[in-house]
């Protein structure tokens, strides 16, 4: 099983910012569709933000104009700014590598809490 590393979680007030970041083995970051998602506490998963085949991105209703998603092709790694963070964005946070047929990978997440 492939696995990815989620970093930059953590605790954080109100409209405050984070970073997650996300590190894939090379030959799965050239090919794989990556997105991240979210699981809030006792709810299922669910997409944040994605990218698609052509590199354009797709972002969940609730996270638009605050989350922006990127990667570094040079450094195998892709990103979640996330801005202006609400009690609603709690919730452990996924990066997730779309394999085609193959299926998913996938990290052990990051968790992120949102209190004042």
């Known amino acids: 099983q492939v696995q990815l590393v989620e970093s930059g979680g953590g605790l954080v007030q109100p409209g405050g910012s984070l970073r997650l970041s996300c590190v894939v083995p090379g030959n799965i970051f050239t090919v794989a569709l990556m997105g991240w998602y979210r699981r809030p506490p006792g709810t299922q998963r669910e997409l944040v933000a994605a990218?698609?085949?052509?590199?354009?991105?797709n972002y969940a209703d609730s996270v638009k104009g605050r989350f922006t998603i990127s990667k570094d092709n040079a450094k195998n790694t892709m990103y979640l700014q996330m801005n202006s963070l609400g009690p609603g964005d709690r919730a452990g946070y996924y990066c997730?590598?779309?394999?085609?047929?193959?299926?998913?990978?996938w990290g052990q997440g990051t968790q992120v809490t949102v209190t004042a």
């Open positions: 990218f698609t085949r052509d590199d354009s991105t």
């Open positions: 997730d590598g779309g394999l085609g047929v193959l299926g998913h990978c």
